[in-house]
Nanobody, 119 residues
Framework: QVHLVESGGGRVNPGESLTLLCEAS????????VEWYRQGRGEEREFVAG????????WYADSVKGRFTISRDDVQNTIRLQMNRLNPEDTDLYFC????????????WGRGTQVIVSS
């Protein structure tokens, strides 16, 4: 059975960092794109960052460029999202999702991990 499981969320002060993990299991994800999204209560889901698992090619939303870094760990079968210089606007539920190719629908979603940035 295929699973995406997020972890690493928590509550931090503005300016601090968190590392989110998206652990993938149940199939070979190497041809897939994996993206991180976030969503606040009552808000639209917002794209954060994406990566091609096999090539490592990445892309980011303008709102996180220079602060967030997405990477893959082939040994752990995990996509990592390093988030630095967090601010209260980054407070959201963060999800990872996987699809077999650009432009196709996402086949797999995790349940999310909550990030709260507050002093």
């Amino acid at each position: 059975q295929v699973h995406l499981v997020e972890s690493g969320g928590g509550r931090v002060n503005p300016g601090e960092s968190l590392t989110l993990l998206c652990e993938a299991s149940g199939r070979n994800f190497s041809p897939y794109e994996v993206e991180w999204y976030r969503q606040g209560r009552g808000e639209e889901r917002e794209f954060v960052a994406g990566i091609m698992w096999n090539s490592g090619t990445w892309w980011y939303a303008d709102s996180v460029k220079g602060r967030f870094t997405i990477s893959r760990d082939d040994v752990q079968n995990t996509i990592r999202l390093q988030m630095n210089r967090l601010n209260p606007e980054d407070t959201d539920l963060y999800f990872c999702a996987a699809r077999p190719r650009a432009g196709s629908g996402f086949l797999y979603w995790g349940r999310g991990t909550q990030v709260i940035v507050s002093s």
